[in-house]
């Protein structure tokens, strides 16, 4: 994991982006974000049994597994968007970026490899995009039914509860 401001400049958004301003994980863990490193499955399983996640899937977002759609499917992750539920996702292989927005609304470009886990908090506005490499596959683990229920950013989703609760908590500093 690397985690990086971003550096908005126009491109392909499968670039690096990289202002060269690296951002550590104690500053993730300010957005609550938490990131760990599992080289063991049975790592993840403690993780998902700790926070009764009772189901997982793996998907494979490249233009093999997906054929036509994967250029819109690409495009559909990298709209900026929120979940009512935490997003745990657990690489498995390739590599890819999840851009989540900082305090000040600035873009937060986190890159992710095999092995690397990460728990974006319900209620946080990111993005997902695979990288110039077009390969990533992921263990999803879902606390139910597997859904992938994205709320696009609009001034209607800035009022839903779970923006409202992640924003006070954040600003309580126990986000
Ligand atoms: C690497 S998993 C695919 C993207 C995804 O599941 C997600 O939730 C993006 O926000
Ligand atoms: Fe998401």
Known sequence: MRAYWYDNEAGDQRELHDSGREV????????????????????????????SYKNRDTIVVSPESMGAV??????SFFNEHLHEDEEIRYIRDG????DVRSE???WVRIQLEKDDLIVLPAGIYHRFT?????????????????KWTP??????????????QYLETKSAGVA
């Open 130 to 146: 695979t990288d110039s490499k077009n390969y990533i596959k992921a263990m999803r683990l879902f606390q139910d039914e597997p």
């Open 24 to 51: 550590p994980a104690e500053y993730l863990e300010k957005l609550g974000v938490l990131y760990f490193r599992m080289e063991d499955v049975a790592q993840v399983d403690k993780l998902a049994a700790d926070r």
């Open 70 to 75: 994967y250029e819109e499917k690409v495009k």
């Open 104 to 106: 000040h609304d600035e």
């Open 151 to 164: 709320l696009n950013r609009s001034s209607e989703v800035d009022s839903n509860p779970f923006r409202k």
């Open 95 to 98: 590599t890819g970026f999840f």
